[in-house]
């Protein structure tokens, strides 16, 4: 339980400032509950600063969060027994003090850092009176950002994978990695961390990854074409052809971005033996069918309108869309997750 105050020397004090707040002002403690916050604990800052004292069974994830002049400010730290100490500001938030914090702050500070310089860049993106080639100096310093922010999240798991940090920052990230790559975490981590529900969804979208990954036999499922006939994936693959499988969705953003370069493809490679299937996560049937009307899919396509549930995409793991799937005219898949220039080079490799 967590309680306000407590003398339990073997419990944790959690003591902290926060910048621009008074005192009187109300700091909480609280834990994610799905997509919401809900308070545990109430502070009131004294002398400039809060206090939060209770003992904990187990490590866990928690957040302080305060409002100072009307804009709420949020840190997530590990809640453990120990002395704590946090920092809550607009830029440099720290949490230091256990063990779980230490290793914690450190990822934090780098991903913090790099954060800064990809806003500073987008801000400078926005300048009307750059050049073309200023602009795309922009983008590559930019992605180039980006690959660090992801190379450290990554290093940070394996690093603490045996941990509470490392197994939380997997279960934000897993879907950046491949198949082999969740399959080696996942045997990393603790016994106690087994049976976590989202542990136990990576372990079976693992499972299912490699059913379906690059060197396997597609796996069929059946669905309804726009005008309401049912047909199979095997309809279409197996048969000769190069197939592209192509999960998308009207309401995606990046799905309608990616669309005029399939389009291009599909014109392109058409009567080469070449074929693209698209697989829909839509639930609205209309808007499904105005998206393929607008962007001028005329490509084979197929729906269940079950969104996430989807019988195609839970059989190829699918959890983040665009995703497409190459598949060679004997049925074995050749490639996964490509887009643009690599999608291009490897149909123009596979149709030859």
Known sequence: MVACTGGNKAGYVVTGTVEGASDGDTVYLQEATGRNLTKLDTA?????????EGTQDSVVSRYVTCEVNGEPLMIDFFLENGKINVA????????????????????????????????????????????????????????????????????????NIANPVGVFLFKQTFYNNSTDENEALLQQI???????????????????????????????????????????????????????????????????????????????????????????????GAAWKEAIKKMNMTWPQMSDLKFWQSEGAQLYAVNSIPHTVLIDGSGKIIARGLHGEELQAKIAEAVK
């Open 44 to 52: 009131v800052i004294t002398k400039g600063t809060f206090t939060f």
């Open 190 to 284: 603790p016994a106690n961390f087994q049976n976590d529900e989202t542990i136990v969804r990576i372990k079976e979208m693992t499972d299912k990854q490699k059913k379906t990954a690059v060197g396997t036999q597609f796996v069929d499922f059946e669905m309804q074409t726009p005008e309401g006939k049912t047909v199979k994936l095997s309809d279409y693959v197996g048969k000769g052809k190069v197939v592209l499988v192509d999960f998308w969705a009207s309401w995606c953003g990046p799905c309608r971005r990616e669309m005029p370069n399939l389009v291009e493809t599909y014109a392109k490679y058409k009567g080469k033996n070449f074929e693209i299937v698209g697989v829909s996560l839509d639930q609205d």
């Open 88 to 159: 809550l500001t607009k830029d440099n938030d720290a949490v230091t003090g256990t063990p779980n914090n230490d290793a914690y702050q450190e990822i934090r500070a780098q991903i913090n850092d790099i954060s800064k310089k990809m806003n500073t860049i987008y801000e400078a993106m926005g300048d009307t009176s750059l050049s073309d080639e200023q602009k795309e100096a922009k983008q590559k310093e930019g992605a180039q950002l980006e690959e660090q922010y992801d190379k450290v999240i990554k290093e940070g798991v394996k690093k």
